[in-house]
């Protein structure tokens, strides 16, 4: 290393606010040399953060994997007992909402500040309404009893639900037991996916209040980049939850 | 610059108690994980103390076996999750990564000082475990017991989860700057070894830590909603949460050892004044222990029922690692070839860890043969193995580094004589304490058990001798250290004539690392290419005064 720049120039006393050579924007923290340098940083922090996330839930894959190799009955049962037409709307509710965070990445990029807001709103709307179906599928759930592991105690409306879904699976009559434990693993995969749609309402709801006083400009967009990023792993996340456990034969 | 001591450093440029809860210098930072780390090391060391005690002789010495199995899980836990995870990265990484990038700070500083009050806040949640609970399932939270035993296991999970956050914000942090921080000149071929030890950790806090997360979680679940996913008795798989677990607490082996040979990297260099002997070599097989460590987790169930075919392939795995391992230590050996040896406190350290390390890993390999695992499974002969590999490695690289950095961090020199005789009883207390306990797990004394044979008791007794003897090191140590902070002689910037770059900033450093941003011209260990003023240690007369007075 230069040490000769360092030894000589070694200011005498103190000099606080070192910042030598370090004109850049407002935005950009005192540690930074370039924004560039900064904007690489968070993106590349978002991407190691979803790398964890994705090996978060890749935890609960592997539990789907085992226990639906082991209880291929139970699974298809639960299966038909979850509606898949709720789950197809919020599909399409959350895939709608991962497009409109990416338009409204785009348009901070363009400087565009009403219109990024815009794009967020609906963001945020669709993120509602998928809770709100979420809501309405579980409360039905609980109402009726069909719940995880030794909670499971369906009434006669759930019971007569789960003989429904059985004749209209493979399994036809008989009620396999480990039914319990496809919905333990339905009530956690949704459950957490869940929490992250709502971390997500909270951040975007941040975002677009950050929006509206003004701090992102075209230069500056870190912000609404990396949440749109984390926004699409929850969409993504849910592309594989939906067929996985409502779709399944 | 060597030589003179400006006054601003990052210790006496704000004052008071809100400038340190409340700061984003890493070093501070860095400062607070460490006395933290610290704090959980003596109460993790006083929980040994006691489980030794009790097994000092036969029958019940001063606790019930019920006590017996709490203490010996909150000495694992408090020790595994408060201390040796955190131990390195969060302390001495946390303070010298960005230094030694020639960076100002870590590239998000509010992360790193949240990451600090994540580990506060999951260390609270344990201690409430401890008081108000009975946790004693051991640092393994093994299924089906810890699904059913007391409600305070869930408080201590989600302690574990909590920590666990804090050690990911950590890693993506450290990845994060190493990439995008590096001074000019530091390319990636001039990386200090310490931080691409540091670097391959943050790349496996990342990666491994969430799978405990999610296992954690679910073991929660599994006790409030009964979920049936390790229960048996519901349908679920014990066997799973062993696979799940150890997914995860396997690589949290190599976050535990590869910081401890990241520390001895710099102190065999330092104190042989020699370039690292194969320096790629050194660097890439840290990356290559933590590819490997995602691949070796079986190894930790041969007799819990896996296949056969399984078992044969994790074991072949788990002998790869001896690979790199051996790299190391035959490139670190081959640097103190010629080398201008010094044998100050530092360096016992990183030749002790030498030692240590190589025999827990060799003991490794008798483990990581299915027929020999058979019997030695779950006996002390394991918990001798891990003692050698995270406290004989680990603890004897983070000591080494605390007591190399501590000039740095402080700016104060600490008393030579007593460091070495504080090392030769934590050397010594530490061999009788765990060799004792190879020989006893051999003979087929099982770990974790309250009460043993007769044909133990001498064995026993020499092993909780020799946990007292290290007990006296550590105290001896820490009352040198603090005696450093009350009267200890101003430190130069350099005092072991090192050259890594850390040690070319003033000491303490500057808030800002280094007064002026530098630039790398040459290797941290290019000892042939620093100048005389480089390697001034501040006691020898400089060649060139005439540079003294240009400053």
């Known amino acids: 290393m230069t040490t000769e720049a360092v030894a000589s120039s070694a200011p005498p006393g103190g000099d606080h606010h070192h910042d030598s050579g370090h004109h850049g924007p407002e935005f950009l923290a005192h540690h930074f040399d370039t924004p560039v340098q900064q904007f690489d940083a968070a993106k590349l922090g978002m991407w190691l953060f979803l790398a964890q996330e994705v090996l978060f839930f890749s935890g609960l894959f592997v539990a789907y994997a085992v226990f639906r190799n082991w209880y291929p009955a139970a699974f298809s049962v639960g299966s038909h007992l979850l509606d898949w037409r709720m789950g197809a709307l919020n599909t399409v509710v959350l895939l709608l909402s991962s497009f409109t965070a990416a338009m409204a990445v785009r348009s901070s990029q363009q400087g565009n500040q009403k219109q990024t807001s815009t794009y967020l709103i609906i963001t945020i709307v669709c993120a509602f309404a998928f809770m709100v179906v979420k809501y309405f599928e579980y409360s039905h759930k609980i109402h009726v009893g069909i719940l995880p592991g030794s909670l499971w105690n369906p009434t006669a409306e759930g019971l007569e639900e789960v003989k429904a879904a059985a004749a209209t699976s493979y399994v036809g009559e008989g009620l396999p037991y480990h039914i319990r434990t496809f919905f333990g693993i339905y009530f956690v995969m949704t459950g957490l996916h869940g929490i992250h749609v709502l971390v997500g309402i909270g951040v975007f709801i941040w975002i677009l209040k950050r929006n509206m006083r003004g701090e992102f400009t075209r230069e500056h967009f870190t912000a609404v980049d990396i949440s749109a990023l984390y926004w699409h792993l929850v969409d993504l996340i849910w592309i594989y939850l939906f067929p996985l456990l409502y779709l399944i034969d | ?551």
């Open chain 2, 1 to 551: 610059m060597a030589g003179e001591h400006t006054d601003l450093n990052y210790l006496n440029h704000e004052r008071g108690i809100k400038s340190w809860l409340l700061t984003l210098d890493h070093k501070r930072i860095g400062i607070m994980y460490l006395v933290s780390v610290m704090i959980a090391f003596a109460l993790g060391g006083v929980m040994a103390l006691l489980v030794r005690t009790e097994l000092a002789f036969k029958g019940e010495t001063m606790m019930e076996a019920d006590t017996y199995n709490q203490v010996f899980t909150l000495h694992g836990a408090i020790m595994v999750f408060l201390f040796i995870i955190p131990s390195v990265p969060a302390a001495l990484g946390n303070f010298f990564l960005p230094i030694m990038l020639g960076a100002k700070d870590v590239a998000f500083p509010k992360l790193n000082l949240a990451s600090y009050y994540i580990y506060v806040l999951g260390t609270i949640f344990t201690i409430v475990a401890i008081l108000v609970g009975h946790v004693d399932t051991g640092w393994t939270f093994y299924t089906p017991y810890s699904a059913r035993a007391d409600s305070s296991v869930v408080w201590m999970t989600m302690g574990v989860f909590i920590l666990g956050f804090s050690s990911i914000l950590t890693g993506v942090n450290f990845v994060a700057t190493v990439h995008k921080m590096r001074a000019p000149g530091l390319v990636w071929t001039r990386l200090p070894l310490f931080i691409w030890g540091i670097y391959a950790t943050a790349v496996i806090q990342v990666l491994a830590t969430p799978v405990l997360a999610i296992t954690l979680f679910l073991l929660a679940m599994e006790k409030v909603l009964t979920i049936g996913i390790f229960d048996p008795q519901l349908g679920g798989d014990p066997v799973l949460f062993q696979h799940f677990f150890w997914f995860y607490s396997h690589p949290a082996v190599y976050i535990m050892i590869l910081p401890g040979m990241a520390v001895v990297n710099e102190l065999i260099a330092t104190f042989s004044q020699r370039k690292i002997f194969g320096y790629m070599f050194v660097a890439m097989s840290s990356v290559a222990l933590a590819l490997l460590g995602f691949l070796v987790w079986g190894h930790h169930m041969f007799t819990s029922g896996m296949s056969e075919y399984a078992t044969m392939v994790f074991s072949a795995l788990t002998f790869l690692v001896a690979i790199p391992s051996g790299v190391k230590v035959f490139n670190w050996v081959a640097t103190l070839y010629q080398g201008s040896i010094s044998l100050a406190s530092p360096m016992l350290y990183a030749l002790g860890f030498i030692a240590l390390f190589t025999i827990g890993g060799l003991t490794g390999l008798f483990l990581g043969t299915l027929s020999v695992d058979i019997h030695l499974h779950d006996t002390y002969f394991v918990v001798a193995h891990f003692h050698y590999v995270m406290v004989g490695g680990t603890v004897f690289g983070f000591l080494g580094g605390i007591h190399y950095w501590w000039p740095k961090m402080t700016g104060r020199m600490y008393n030579e004589t007593t460091a070495r005789w504080a090392f030769a009883l934590v050397f010594t207390g530490f061999n009788v304490t765990f060799f004792s306990q190879f020989v006893m797990g051999s003979q087929g004394m099982p770990r974790r058990y309250y009460d043993y044979l007769d044909q133990f008791q001498p064995l026993h007794m020499t092993s909780s001798g020799g946990a007292y003897i290290l007990g006296v090191g550590f105290l001896v140590m820490t009352v040198m250290f603090i005696q450093s902070l009350r009267s200890g002689a101003q430190a130069p910037a350099n005092p072991w004539a090192s050259a890594g770059y850390e040690w070319q900033t003033t000491s303490p450093p500057h808030p800002h690392n280094f007064a002026v941003d530098p630039e790398m011209t040459r290797g941290p260990y290019d000892y042939h290419l620093c100048t005389d003023e480089e390697l001034f240690d501040g006691l020898r007369a400089p060649e060139e005064p005439a540079a003294e007075h240009a400053a």
